[in-house]
């Protein structure tokens, strides 16, 4: 057994590159209900906003368009948030301020309820609740 104790993290935050700041802004704050921490500029002009949701935290940051306008984000990576709120309260929530119409939270084998969405980036979002034991 290792003697070295590895990292222990009290909470994680993430930064995210998208293509549209105030369409994903609408989509995390409006839909989902992240509350808007910070707004970040920089020579004057918007460039990223803090968004908190109890103890998740998420960037989002307008692509310059340095390393192309085509590229693809939300590629391979997937954000896991747990709650104990209502997954289906949300499910319901989004379809009505989406075009996510299949918005459906499902129970999982490994006990949680989940729901899982897409953000206008293509990154992928899933909620989950413990279900009751």
């Known amino acids: 057994m290792s003697s070295h104790a590895g990292l222990h ?13 105030q369409k994903s802004l609408a989509w995390y704050h409006e839909v989902l209900g992240f509350a808007i921490d910070r707004k970040l500029e920089r020579d004057g002009k918007l460039r990223g906003i803090a968004l ?3 103890e998740a935290r998420i960037t989002i940051n307008q692509d310059d368009g340095a390393k192309g306008w085509d590229r693809i984000k ?3 990576f997937s954000i896991y948030l747990t709650t104990d709120q209502d997954v289906d309260e949300l499910a319901s929530r989004v379809r009505k301020l989406t075009p996510a119409k ?3 939270a499902a129970d999982m084998h490994w006990g949680v309820r989940m729901l899982r969405l897409e953000d206008p980036d293509g990154y992928k ?3 989950a609740k413990p279900l009751a034991k």
């Open 74 to 76: 939300g590629l391979g």
């Open 52 to 54: 908190q949701a109890g």
């Open 9 to 21: 993290a009290d909470s994680m935050s993430i930064s995210l590159t998208v293509k549209d700041l």
């Open 125 to 127: 979002i899933a909620v």
């Open 102 to 104: 299949d918005a459906e």
